[in-house]
């Protein structure tokens, strides 16, 4: 099975509520979709979403990084040869971790489909079922608690709430959504950066005090101030989440060795794809520290990849935010993995299953 062709779409998918963090807002998902064909008819679909403020990736980054520098380095390839392709991709030019994971992602479709397999198992195997939260956007702290009162009663049990506005309304949000819903739902905090180290001890042991368990914080300071995740690390009895701070395999070894944060946020589109992914979460379990799986603005396309690599090292990777296709209005893809609210179930089909994707709108060559 080789490659003989790349194709770009863009797909558009609005989102049921606007979608609201300390860094941004969105109301559509908006994503290049990545179609590889071979010579044996077989199609293998990728997915990058332009989240430029967090990975600095655009839609014409995307565009241009897949079309000048990775393309041509692919046609002809054997999907056999998948470490070799890896590898192809990973080098074909400096970050632009988008549009690496798209490619990656559709070339282990492929890979899955030449063996007849569901991904997951080619990737080592495990439990094909698996539960997700969702995230409530930072808003007024009525329509905040509102919301999670809504996603508790459609089943879901971990919610993570987004934070990082203004120091003081982010104590109260908080004191409100865990008084609300206390008992039903787990709920995890993800500042987006928005707060300084101080802010985040002072905000963490305000809520400690006052008897809000939180299963973890995410993100409390700017992405490039390790120093700062590992003084709040240091100072709070919650588990803080590296989310931002850390892409790669490398940055991750960094983290642990420095003990910057207890728990590691993997997403395929920090990481540039599948294989760096695996490599952190067997980094992680050597070092027996535990991971999440989360991801961006995406549709099912991708996400359905993030499910595969969690069922697959579902030892380490113990949290699952992969709720992007549970924030969309519709599920443009037919075929695959299951996305119904809280629970994800992979099928048995080859790869990642996709059968048919709706509402491409192709990209001229
Ligand atoms: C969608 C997911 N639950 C999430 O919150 N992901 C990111 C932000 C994604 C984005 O801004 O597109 C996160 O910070 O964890
Ligand atoms: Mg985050």
């Given at each position: 099975m080789r490659i003989t062709d790349i194709r770009l779409s863009m797909l558009r998918v609005p989102l049921k509520t606007p979608f609201k963090t300390a860094l941004r807002t969105v109301e559509t998902v908006e994503d290049i979709v990545v179609a590889i064909h071979t010579d044996t008819g077989h199609v293998g679909y990728g997915e990058a979403p332009a989240t430029a403020v967090i990975t600095g990736d655009t839609h014409g980054s995307i565009v241009e990084a897949i079309r000048k520098f990775i393309q041509p380095r692919l046609i002809?390839?054997?999907?056999?040869d998948l470490n070799r392709i890896t590898q192809l991709i990973q080098t074909a030019?400096?970050?632009n971790f988008s549009a690496k994971a798209a490619v990656e992602i559709a070339v282990y479709d492929l890979f899955g489909q030449l063996y007849n397999a569901p991904l997951y198992k080619m990737l080592g195997?495990?439990?094909?079922v698996i539960t997700t939260d969702i995230t409530i956007s930072v808003d007024y702290i009525d329509k905040m608690v509102a919301d999670s009162l809504a996603a508790v009663e459609r089943g879901f049990e971990s919610l993570k709430i987004k934070v990082g506005k203004d120091i003081g309304v982010d104590i109260e949000r908080t004191k409100a959504i865990y008084a609300a819903v206390e008992g039903r739902a787990l709920l995890r905090l993800d500042a987006n950066q928005g707060w300084t180290a101080k802010q985040a001890v002072y905000a963490i042991q305000a809520l400690e005090d006052a008897g809000v368990h939180l299963e973890l914080v995410e993100?409390?300071?700017?992405?490039?101030?390790l120093e700062g995740l590992k003084y709040v690390t240091e100072r709070v009895h919650t588990p803080i989440m590296a989310d931002e701070s850390v892409f790669g395999p490398i940055e991750v070894i960094e983290l642990i060795k420095l003990r910057a944060a207890d728990i590691i946020n993997i997403k395929l589109m920090k990481t540039g794809g599948i294989s760096n992914a695996i490599r952190i979460a067997d980094i992680a379990a050597l070092y027996q520290v535990e991971c999440m799986i989360g991801c961006m603005i995406e549709t099912s396309i991708s996400v359905s990849a993030a499910v595969h690599v969690a069922v697959a090292k579902s030892g380490v990777i113990t949290?699952?935010?992969?709720?992007g296709p549970s924030l969309?209005?519709?599920?443009?893809?037919?075929?695959?993995v299951l996305f119904n609210e809280s629970e994800i179930t992979i099928t048995?089909?080859?790869?990642?299953?996709?059968?048919e994707i709706r509402g491409l709108q192709p990209l001229a060559a």
């Open positions: 002809g390839a054997e999907i056999a030019l400096e970050k195997g495990g439990d094909p993100q409390p300071v700017k992405a490039q101030d949290k699952v935010d992969l709720d969309c209005q519709f599920n443009p893809v037919d075929g695959g048995d089909s080859p790869g990642l299953g996709i059968r």
